[in-house]
């Protein structure tokens, strides 16, 4: 039995070796590479193989050292990419060439000034941190004032395209050091998506954190885009009775037109997915519960900051909340029904082919209204820090990568550059008349929807924004003499200039007398 610790300690001297071995291989300082990135879930290892793929020697760390080996592992199968792992940060950050550049990928928040809190320890003067996370525009701005005390350049990135983007080909959005930009610009413009006719999607955003802000009404955009498309789907579901197969046909025609786009793509792939574990069609047993990460409802909030309307995404986030109380809304559907509220859907034949060519029309017209709320939100943050963004060029770089990528970004591109100074895309001559060409059968689908029972907040929100702002006259005017009536807030008058004052309560009083 005396033999046993003997063995022991050969066995753990053996495994603790082979561990160090491993260590000092994977931190070797050869020659020092281009990059480093640091956050290796999945948007970060996959960045991390689309900058080596692209030729550009990267080196990688995360706290947790089994997702490094992972990734060497990776970085190994799809082609001997040139890519060193490292489970330390000091070994890390030396072993990035001068001046060091730095991309995290970590979650928004505290793991990001704690992220960067280790990397700092390290760095020197001239070295350069980027965050690729979807984080709050203020955290940027704060973060690259205190990066700048320390001699560090920074900037906020924004990276759109999920999984499958971040492998071949993102959209970036980067805002911030315009000296730091420069420092990996070569790199960005390779490892971006390109779009044949357009280049590489990725340009210098702006100063601050205009990068993160962009990104973050991206996301907003994407919520209306997402919301709109539920909704055309319920209604040729609910009302056109179409089967997965009919609405798969559908999407996928959509795909060839003026609808063409990453998320249309995607929806007639989902309509064609038979249930692995069941009977039927995924898409039918998947929970109407939808789940949301915060970039939707700051994207509101900031609406509401800079007194821009934003209804479309406004009803997306509402439509959100309301899908969350799904426990709620199963016990509402049993109130309503024994309180003797019946189904207002009905068996009655549906046109289906006038159905789906209103609902596409209905689709696009209401799309056009959710991106003038996106950005007239850009250009009204733009005008009040500063920060000059060109709106024609953001269409430009969503052009490909995105989760928004559409072809119909090319019209708003066009738009832009005809008239730089656009007050709102609605009165683009060109998408002008798209949308009167198109506002009956948008009409059409709202009232059949609203009829049926069936709710389309999103094509509703984009429907009543359209009517407000193409009329000259709103009742808004009802609301300021009540505002001056109970509030004394003045109101203004349209036949004279400057604010009034009317003692509405004693003129009413003296009338009843």
Same mark, same amino acid.
């Given at each position: 039995?005396?033999?046993?610790?003997?063995?022991?300690?050969?066995?753990?001297?053996?495994?603790?070796?082979?561990?160090?071995?491993?260590?000092?291989?994977?931190?070797?300082?050869?020659?020092?590479?281009?990059?480093?990135?640091?956050?290796?879930?999945?948007?970060?290892?996959?960045?991390?193989?689309?900058?080596?793929?692209?030729?550009?020697?990267?080196?990688?760390?995360?706290?947790?050292?089994?997702?490094?080996?992972?990734?060497?592992?990776?970085?190994?199968?799809?082609?001997?990419?040139?890519?060193?792992?490292?489970?330390?940060?000091?070994?890390?950050?030396?072993?990035?060439?001068?001046?060091?550049?730095?991309?995290?990928?970590?979650?928004?928040?505290?793991?990001?000034?704690?992220?960067?809190?280790?990397?700092?320890?390290?760095?020197?003067?001239?070295?350069?941190?980027?965050?690729?996370?979807?984080?709050?525009?203020?955290?940027?701005?704060?973060?690259?004032?205190?990066?700048?005390?320390?001699?560090?350049?920074?900037?906020?990135?924004?990276?759109?395209?999920?999984?499958?983007?971040?492998?071949?080909?993102?959209?970036?959005?980067?805002?911030?050091?315009?000296?730091?930009?420069?420092?990996?610009?070569?790199?960005?413009l390779k490892v971006a998506a390109q779009v044949p006719d357009s280049?590489?999607?990725?340009?210098?955003?702006?100063?601050?954190?205009?990068?993160?802000?962009?990104?973050?009404?991206?996301?907003?955009?994407?919520?209306?885009?997402?919301?709109?498309?539920?909704?055309?789907?319920?209604?040729?579901?609910?009302?056109?009775?179409?089967?997965?197969?009919?609405?798969?046909?559908?999407?996928?025609?959509?795909?060839?037109?003026?609808?063409?786009?990453?998320?249309?793509?995607?929806?007639?792939?989902?309509?064609?997915?038979?249930?692995?574990?069941?009977?039927?069609?995924?898409?039918?047993?998947?929970?109407?519960?939808?789940?949301?990460?915060?970039?939707?409802?700051?994207?509101?909030?900031?609406?509401?900051?800079?007194?821009?309307?934003?209804?479309?995404?406004?009803?997306?986030?509402?439509?959100?909340?309301?899908?969350?109380?799904?426990? /709620? @809304?199963?016990? #509402?559907?049993? $109130?309503?029904?024994?309180?003797?509220?019946?189904?207002?859907? &009905?068996? =009655?034949?549906? %046109?289906?082919?006038?159905?789906?060519?209103?609902?596409?029309?209905?689709?696009?017209?209401?799309?056009?209204?959710?991106?003038?709320?996106?950005?007239?939100?850009?250009?009204?943050?733009?005008?009040?820090?500063?920060?000059?963004?060109?709106?024609?060029?953001?269409?430009?770089?969503?052009?490909?990568?995105?989760?928004?990528?559409?072809?119909?970004?090319?019209?708003?591109?066009?738009?832009?550059?005809?008239?730089?100074?656009?007050?709102?895309?609605?009165?683009?001559?060109?998408?002008?008349?798209?949308?009167?060409?198109?506002?009956?059968?948008?009409?059409?689908?709202?009232?059949?929807?609203?009829?049926?029972?069936?709710?389309?907040?999103?094509?509703?929100?984009?429907?009543?924004?359209?009517?407000?702002?193409?009329? /000259? @006259?709103?009742? #808004?005017?009802? $609301?300021?003499?009540?505002?001056?009536?109970?509030?004394?807030? &003045?109101? =203004?008058?349209? %036949?004279?200039?400057?604010?009034?004052?009317?003692?509405?309560?004693?003129?009413?009083?003296?009338?009843?007398?």
């Amino acid at each position: 039995m005396k033999f046993f610790p003997i063995l022991y300690l050969v066995f753990s001297f053996h495994v603790n070796y082979q561990t160090l071995n491993r260590k000092q291989i994977m931190a070797q300082p050869t020659n020092p590479t281009r990059i480093g990135l640091a956050g290796l879930a999945v948007m970060g290892q996959n960045l991390a193989l689309n900058i080596a793929e692209k030729g550009f020697p990267i080196s990688v760390y995360n706290r947790t050292t089994s997702k490094v080996d992972e990734t060497v592992e990776r970085a190994k199968q799809e082609g001997n990419l040139p890519l060193n792992g490292y489970h330390d940060p000091e070994s890390f950050v030396k072993s990035i060439k001068k001046p060091r550049v730095i991309i995290m990928l970590v979650k928004a928040g505290a793991p990001v000034d704690q992220t960067i809190k280790t990397l700092s320890a390290y760095l020197e003067k001239g070295d350069c941190i980027i965050d690729g996370g979807n984080e709050w525009y203020e955290n940027t701005e704060r973060r690259e004032k205190a990066a700048a005390e320390l001699g560090l350049l920074y900037l906020g990135m924004g990276v759109s395209g999920g999984e499958e983007g971040a492998r071949n080909g993102p959209s970036l959005m980067p805002g911030g050091s315009f000296e730091a930009y420069k420092y990996i610009e070569d790199i960005l413009l390779k490892v971006a998506a390109q779009v044949p006719d357009s280049g590489p999607c990725v340009t210098y955003i702006g100063k601050g954190g205009s990068g993160n802000f962009v990104k973050m009404i991206h996301n907003g955009i994407e919520y209306g885009d997402m919301q709109l498309i539920a909704e055309a789907y319920d209604v040729l579901k609910s009302v056109g009775k179409l089967s997965n197969e009919e609405l798969q046909s559908v999407f996928s025609e959509w795909n060839k037109g003026e609808l063409l786009s990453f998320l249309i793509e995607i929806t007639a792939d989902i309509f064609g997915i038979k249930d692995d574990k069941g009977d039927g069609y995924l898409v039918d047993k998947v929970l109407d519960k939808t789940g949301m990460k915060g970039t939707g409802k700051w994207t509101v909030q900031q609406a509401a900051d800079l007194s821009v309307a934003a209804p479309t995404i406004e009803a997306s986030l509402d439509a959100r909340f309301l899908s969350g109380l799904k426990e /709620e @809304r199963v016990e #509402a559907a049993k $109130v309503f029904k024994s309180g003797g509220f019946d189904d207002i859907l &009905t068996n =009655e034949p549906v %046109d289906k082919k006038k159905l789906i060519d209103d609902v596409r029309k209905a689709l696009y017209a209401a799309k056009i209204c959710s991106y003038a709320q996106g950005m007239n939100l850009i250009r009204a943050k733009s005008i009040e820090k500063g920060w000059d963004l060109k709106l024609g060029e953001l269409a430009r770089i969503w052009k490909g990568g995105c989760i928004i990528r559409a072809i119909f970004l090319d019209r708003i591109k066009q738009a832009y550059d005809r008239n730089p100074n656009l007050a709102n895309l609605l009165v683009d001559p060109e998408f002008a008349k798209e949308i009167i060409d198109r506002q009956s059968a948008w009409r059409r689908v709202v009232s059949l929807a609203i009829n049926s029972g069936i709710s389309t907040p999103g094509m509703s929100a984009s429907l009543a924004y359209f009517d407000s702002y193409r009329r /000259e @006259r709103l009742p #808004a005017n009802l $609301v300021q003499a009540q505002r001056d009536y109970f509030g004394a807030h &003045t109101y =203004e008058r349209i %036949d004279i200039e400057g604010s009034f004052h009317t003692e509405w309560f004693k003129l009413a009083k003296q009338s009843r007398i």
